[in-house]
């Protein structure tokens, strides 16, 4: 069974403070990506990492690709209100179809004001 | 609109009733996904299609439920004899050429 787990499955803090969301497989991806769902919406794609080490930023963001391909990280600096939200990563495994995404659970994050 | 639209947003029906949840994907996008989302949880996988063919249907609970994309755009997952286990959020997302699937906003389906 290919899992990804998602750690913490809830975090509320306060406006300002720096958080760090885990993803992690025992199984090796060939593409990780993260999307962010709000209430009533469905999931909107934030970023995709490919390389293995590969890290990639959007504006306060930081995703990062572990070296092997099993596990990834969303860090976020000085978090904002607005970043409240459903966070899931979602994979494609390296030796499966080339379509099927496997889900994390999600980290439900709050950020207070 | 140039993104993934689903209909109805909500749908309530009574048990045993059949009700049918459309998918618009985006225009030109091959591939098609409906995923089940518990509350709180990541999207469980349902079905693919590419283009009008239905690649993979493994994830679908049971017989009761069947989707289809006749003409390789719109797409409809249709649950039969519902049950209060079936609800939840619906999710359709339509993918192009590479890996990113892009998802429409769900229907919420409570079956009292």
């Known amino acids: 069974t290919q899992l990804l787990e998602q750690s913490p499955q809830f975090l509320s803090i306060q406006e300002g403070e720096n958080l760090t969301v885990y993803c992690n497989s025992s199984s090796v991806f060939s593409s990780l990506q993260w999307y962010r769902q709000e209430p009533g919406e469905g999931p909107v794609l934030l970023v995709t990492v490919v390389t293995g080490g590969e890290v990639k930023k959007l504006k306060r963001l930081t995703f990062q690709f572990g070296d092997a391909r099993k596990d990834s990280s969303l860090h976020i600096t000085a978090a904002q209100p607005g970043d409240t939200g459903l966070y899931l990563c979602a994979g494609v495994p390296q030796k499966d179809s080339n379509y099927q995404l496997i889900w994390g659970a999600g980290t439900k994050l709050i950020i207070k004001p | 609109g140039a993104g993934v639209s689903q209909s109805p947003r909500y749908k309530v029906a009574k048990r045993g009733q059949d009700v049918a949840l459309r998918c618009d994907p985006i225009s030109g996008h091959v591939s098609l996904f409906w995923y089940q989302q518990a509350l709180g949880q990541g999207p469980e996988f349902l079905t693919y299609f590419q283009n009008e063919a239905q690649l993979d249907k493994s994830g679908l609970p049971s017989d009761r439920f069947f989707a289809e994309r006749p003409e390789g755009s719109v797409s409809t997952l249709k649950i039969q004899r519902t049950q209060q286990e079936d609800s939840a959020v619906y999710l359709c997302?339509?993918?192009?050429?590479?890996?990113?699937?892009?998802f429409g906003p769900g229907t919420r389906l409570t079956v009292l």
């Open positions: 997302a339509s993918g192009g050429t590479t890996d990113t699937q892009y």
